[in-house]
């Protein structure tokens, strides 16, 4: 996901995030994001993802796509669960980590630099929330894994879904995006037919899809 200089809403619901208890933390990062243009989870977005985890309440999570560790320290702030998180780039990965040591988190944190398209078919155990957030043009491929992976009653939370309207065909798709925006229809539709699942997307940020794996 290319980074794009947040707008004036973005930048509001930041400040609102900034006032909740260890809002700070989160400041000095996404400041160090932009000062850096790494493509962070959007303020909307995080919002709703912490409701979600309020609300559910995760004992094991995992994430493709750490990036600087920005969502996994929202995820480990909001939650007592432990987070295995996936990153390709050892630069990412680094800063990720030492976050997590500056806040605490390290005993609950545990990075697998490298990737995620062969780290996740080898992968085995059980987690009860599964953040998608890394390479979009593998979701598709990577699914069949996740849903082994996801215990029932679990939930997939996969982030940029839309991707920028484009997805839905709002906006024009350049030439270099179409293969991000055919697999990115393809997950959601192969999603959506999924019996195993009950799916729901929602146009935040840049289109979260949220599925609940149904107990069987
Ligand atoms: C949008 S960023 C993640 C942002 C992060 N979740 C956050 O909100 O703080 C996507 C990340 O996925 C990583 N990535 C891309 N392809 C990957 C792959 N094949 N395996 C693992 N990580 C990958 C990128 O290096 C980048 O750091």
Redesign the pocket.
């Known amino acids: ?1 290319p980074y794009k200089t947040p707008g004036k809403t973005n930048e509001y619901i930041r400040e609102l995030i900034a006032l909740s208890p260890n809002g700070e933390k989160f400041m000095e990062l996404t400041a160090y994001a932009d000062e850096h243009r790494v ?3 959007l303020p909307e977005t995080v919002v709703f993802l912490k409701q979600i985890l309020r609300l559910y309440k995760p004992k094991k999570i995992l994430e ?5 560790g ?2 996994g320290l929202v995820m480990l702030d909001e939650t007592d669960a432990k987070l295995i998180t ?4 050892e630069e ?1 990965a680094q800063k990720a980590k030492g976050e997590f040591e500056k806040w605490g988190y390290s005993n609950r944190a545990k990075i697998f630099v490298g ?3 062969e780290i996740i078919p080898l992968m085995q155990g059980e987690y009860d929330f599964i953040f998608v ?3 979009k043009t ?1 979701y598709i491929e990577f699914l069949p894994y996740l849903k082994k992976m996801l215990v029932n009653g679990g939930i997939l939370f996969c982030d940029n879904v839309l991707f920028n309207g484009m997805v839905a065909g709002e906006q024009e798709v350049g030439k270099k995006k179409n293969s991000i925006v055919e697999k990115l229809d393809l997950f959601l539709k192969t999603l959506f037919a999924d019996g195993d699942f009950s799916s729901s997307i929602l146009p935040v940020g840049d289109g979260v899809s949220l599925s609940i794996k149904k107990k069987l």
């Open positions: 996901m493509p962070i989870l493709i796509g750490t990036a600087i920005y969502s996936i990153e390709i780039d990412s990737d995620a398209c957030d890394g390479p593998r």
